[in-house]
């Protein structure tokens, strides 16, 4: 096959100057709009009044939808969104769920308005259906999502969507995911917007070509209605609203909570100092069978009250572990949204003025068509949230005011387990694990990542109930726990994951487990400022274990030992027949550290023992902590690090005058220099580390060592899962031999310059 097909690009939704959209919408379909004189003449009262109505709509609609739907990802899971939109699709206010499933929604909305407007129109009533990831909306074909114009007097007002991830909706395998693919023809349907309901009424035939394709088509029929239902309900409540205060009024406040949002952000932008900051992440076996590693790269410059996010030489689309242009922005707002906009109103449409995107096209998180996509969300898209975090963590460490806002990445990944088979009484079931959902947080400056607390890209995510899960599908469990070790060590530990054991129980036969998860290989929760990374995934199917027998006898396996049988380790990307006599194991990633772990103190570290998050071998070779010889084993572990390192060549001199120290995170100030430029200083000894702007990393003491190094839970041996050469990477203040830096990466991977001023990398 051709690596693109003609006419695509049609498809490939981009932002656009909105005068431009303005123009390629039919005449026929007439818009209300209010100007600038209007927005600023609303009274700050009515103003809070309105706004908080709006907010109130989106949370009415998550209600309706978790209500209406009988899938376990909305009821149980909430993987879904919805958001309120101006005239022209720009987001208002978004839901507090999954919110990358609504970081692409406008662009649905501006395509839809493009192409739809003349033929077949958009009128009062309708709605469209769509599940294309390029023109926008979700960020795989799973994301579904139903878009509705909201008229007010013959005007189209705005707009509301609802999306929610459905079980299947076809393609080669079940659950529409394939590891197999190499193509989007492997998947399911793309399908742009169409007129799903029309004057209100629900088009069957549209409807019957839709569910068609479905293994669970009554399930997915459910979460269709239950969005349709969201948007009648926020048509209602908008409209009710207008009743009230005049459509005027409203759009004013609309279009100013969007203005508030893009002001507040750009204040808090201005207000840290400008830099760029360099990340690369990657991605794990591009499908099945593949033992390869596929990198994506970050350079994030703030300038002023702006942010360009830049990745140029990520690594050309492969396989299936590729998100189209959607994902990436979605990538973008995972992070944005909870680290820089916590405390600002998600009205998405004004926080998205302040960014822009660069990217090549064609790319694995900038997929062109035809590719395969299914792993969108929990692949690439996520890897690309990892990498925004990380630079945006290093640029709130440089201000003390900003300093709350730092987090380590947490969990990393997603690890998916998809499970089909037939139940006991013959009906085919379609479901999954999603226990992962607790994952652990990353550490901040001032407190440790929160354990097993959730995703930071889905914020109201939550692990379905045991009996949930147990009543939905043929399962059994025989453990769901916390996982000690998990977390990056640092100053401020990494938040613990979990690990859930379950077997076949109701079965007519063998059930297949489809895998999905990078971070098998190397971390993807890479800790800051010398904290060490999450810990990876490690998922196991056991062959003819002798879980039966042991619950047969009395007890309760607890341990992967006590299993017995056959252990297969998983792929990232796997699919495993599990016979009767099988057993799945689940462990997750984990949240990054924060800082030296030699810094931590060494009572929150007994603590940790004492309530088993940490280990005793843990506390010792990490953390340095043992009953009575704490500060002699903290010594021995600098002077280890002395003696193992690989100092460089003694590079250009530098040094620091006594002026002030501003900070750069926990380790490091920076400080004026004697040869008038600006110095990075070690904030624990003052020694000189390197001119800011050239790369100081490289000229540090260094060790490198096997991954196991990193902690001595969750590390099995990279060779397990890929060809190349995977190493634990420290780098060390020259003077007190403090970690700066801690690493789990490719053995190919440069000493790049992480940080600089906004003027020394382009």
Not at 197 to 202: D, W
Not at 437 to 449: K, L, V
Request: one cysteine or more; glycine letters at 12%; hydrophobic letters at 40%.
């Amino acid at each position: 096959m051709e690596d693109t097909v003609p006419f695509s690009d049609r498809f490939a939704s981009r932002p656009a100057p909105l005068d431009e959209l303005r123009r390629a919408i039919s005449p026929d379909l007439r818009l209300h709009a209010v100007d600038q004189a209007a927005v600023e003449a609303v009274d700050p009262l009515t103003y809070e009044v309105v706004r908080h109505r709006i907010w109130s709509i989106t949370d009415e609609m998550g209600d309706t939808l978790k209500r209406m739907s009988g899938s376990t990802s909305v009821t149980e899971v909430n993987d879904f969104d919805f958001t309120i939109g101006d005239e022209l699709g720009q987001e208002v206010q978004v839901g507090l769920f999954n919110t990358g499933l609504v970081a692409a929604m406008d662009l649905a909305i501006y395509w839809t308005l493009r192409h739809r407007s003349a033929n077949p129109g958009i009128a009062e009533g309708d709605m469209f259906l769509c599940n294309d990831p390029w023109v926008g909306g979700g960020l795989h074909q799973n994301d579904v999502a139903v878009l509705a114009p909201i008229f007010h007097d013959g005007l189209l007002f705005g707009w509301s969507t609802a999306i929610c991830h459905v079980a299947d909706l076809g393609g080669v395998a079940p659950g529409s995911f394939s590891p197999t693919a190499t193509d989007v023809f492997a998947e399911a349907v793309p399908t742009p917007p169409i007129k799903i309901v029309r004057g209100g009424v629900i088009q069957d035939d549209v409807v019957d070509a839709y569910l068609r394709r479905s293994r669970v088509p009554e399930m997915v029929g459910l979460d269709l209605r239950a969005k349709i239902g969201a948007n009648r309900l926020a048509t209602e409540r908008m409209l009710g609203l207008i009743g009230r205060y005049g459509a005027d009024l409203v759009k004013a406040v609309m279009k100013r909570m969007m203005d508030d949002a893009e002001r507040r952000l750009r204040a808090k932008l201005t207000a840290l100092p400008d830099g760029t900051w360099h990340a690369v992440g990657t991605q794990e076996q591009a499908l099945l069978g593949d033992r390869g590693l596929y990198t994506i790269e970050l350079r994030m410059t703030k300038v002023g009250d702006h942010l360009t996010f830049d990745f140029t030489g990520t690594d050309p689309q492969h396989g299936m572990i590729n998100c189209p242009y959607a994902g990436m922005r979605a990538g973008v707002m995972f992070a944005v949204l909870p680290i820089l906009a916590g405390d600002i109103p998600w009205a998405a449409g004004g926080l998205m003025r302040c960014f822009d995107l660069i990217s090549e096209e064609g790319t694995i998180n900038n997929a062109a068509f035809p590719a395969a996509v299914s792993k969108a969300p929990v692949g690439p898209a996520w890897a690309t949230a990892n990498l925004v975090a990380e630079c945006l963590g290093k640029m709130l460490d440089t201000t003390a005011e900003s300093r709350s806002r730092v987090q380590s990445v947490c969990a990393g990944t997603y690890d998916g387990c998809l499970l089909s088979g037939v139940d006991a009484e013959g009906r085919p079931f379609l479901g999954g694990l999603a226990d992962t959902m607790a994952s652990g947080f990353g550490a901040q400056p001032h407190a440790d990542g929160v354990d097993t607390a959730g995703l930071f890209v889905i914020p109201m995510g939550r692990a379905p109930d045991v009996e949930m899960t147990e009543l939905t599908q043929p399962l059994l469990y025989l453990w769901r726990r916390e996982e000690p070790d998990t977390g990056g060590a640092g100053r401020q530990r990494g938040g613990l994951s979990g690990s859930v054991c379950v077997i076949p129980h109701g079965t007519r036969g063998s059930m297949t487990a489809m895998f999905t998860g990078s971070g098998k290989a190397a971390s993807m929760s890479p800790g800051l400022a010398g904290g060490y990374p999450g810990g990876t995934q490690t998922d196991l199917v056991v062959h003819a274990s002798g879980a039966r027998a042991a619950l047969a006898a009395g007890w309760i396996p607890a341990t992967v030992g006590e299993l017995g049988g056959e252990h297969r380790l998983v792929q990232a990307h796997d699919e495993v027949r599990v016979e009767p006599d099988g057993v799945i194991v689940l462990r997750w990633a984990a949240g990054g550290g924060y800082g030296d772990p030699l810094l931590r103190d060494p009572a929150a570290v007994a603590r940790d023992v004492a309530e088993g998050k940490v280990s005793d071998e843990a506390a010792r070779t990490l953390y340095g902590v043992a009953p009575g010889i704490t500060d002699s084993l903290r010594h021995l572990i600098r002077e280890r690090r002395r003696e193992h390192a690989t100092v460089p060549p003694e590079p250009t001199p530098v040094r620091a005058t006594g002026g002030e120290r501003l900070p750069l995170d926990d380790n490091l100030r920076l400080a004026p220099g004697e040869d008038g430029g600006s110095v990075v200083v070690c904030a624990h000894c003052d020694h000189a580390l390197g001119r800011w702007g050239e790369n100081y990393l490289a000229g540090l003491p260094r060790r490198t060592g096997a991954t196991a190094e990193a902690g001595p839970a969750s590390w099995p041996s990279p060779h397990d899962y890929v060809d190349e050469p995977i190493e634990f990477r420290q780098f060390y203040c020259p003077g007190c031999y403090t970690a700066l830096l801690t690493q789990v990466v490719p053995a190919r991977r440069p000493i790049i310059l992480d940080r600089a001023p906004a003027t020394e990398i382009a």
